[in-house]
């Protein structure tokens, strides 16, 4: 006896695929659209038809993706995988800063080559050892991962950076740590001398803790 055919078991189309992948990953990159094996021409079609929003080079989001103030550094991450979101950046997206800085501060390996990233606009910092490596928290964004520095460790990177953003920012950054109660003392103290700024950081500490 012939049976009826399920629909629901028929492959989709690349079209249908690609739509698929855009919910499910967020921000498309044109690499992940080869790796699952659908020619890149698809992505222009649906930007054509409205379906996607090219938001910059390389990179596709949805047209009716709910996007977060911490769109620029999802795609920052995306762009740069080995990269942290540090200091201005940073600061701004753990409420230490009304600032809203126009590129994405992000740091990298002292040996990395320099990533050719045309957006999001992206200014980039050498760090190394343990100052790179520790106090990296990873956030899920947009079902994305963001890593970025942790509030005591971007007020420590603030003091060693001061010449670049100014003593009053680092400062202020500080006091709204402790008063917001993102850190404790123990949090400040270790990450002060982990960037080695303990001379720097400790009349500060003092008068504040």
Not at 87 to 103: K, V, W
Not at 136 to 143: A, D, M, Q, R, S
């Amino acid at each position: 006896m012939a049976t009826l055919s399920n629909k629901s078991s028929a492959p989709l189309s690349k079209i249908d695929r690609l739509i698929q992948l855009a919910k499910d990953i967020g921000v498309l990159r044109t690499q992940d659209v080869t790796a699952h094996g659908i020619p890149t021409v698809y992505l222009k079609r649906l930007c054509d038809r409205g379906v996607l929003i090219r938001s910059g080079r390389g990179l596709y989001v949805p047209a009716d993706a709910s996007l977060t103030e911490s769109h620029s550094l999802v795609e920052a991450c995306q762009r740069v995988p080995r990269g942290v979101i540090c200091l201005l950046s940073a600061l701004r997206f753990h409420g230490l800063t009304t600032e809203n800085p126009y590129e994405v501060w992000m740091a990298i390996p002292p040996r990395m080559r320099r990533p050719a990233v045309d957006y999001p606009p992206i200014r980039f910092f050498r760090f190394s050892g343990d100052p790179l490596t520790s106090e990296v928290e990873e956030h899920l964004i947009e079902g994305l991962l963001v890593r970025v520095y942790s509030p005591a460790k971007t007020v420590a990177d603030c003091f060693r950076y001061r010449n670049k953003i100014g003593i009053d920012v680092a400062v202020q950054a500080l006091r709204d740590c402790w008063e917001y109660r993102r850190a404790n003392r123990r949090d400040l103290w270790r990450c002060a001398r982990l960037c080695r700024v303990e001379a720097v950081m400790r009349p500060y500490l003092e008068a504040i803790l």
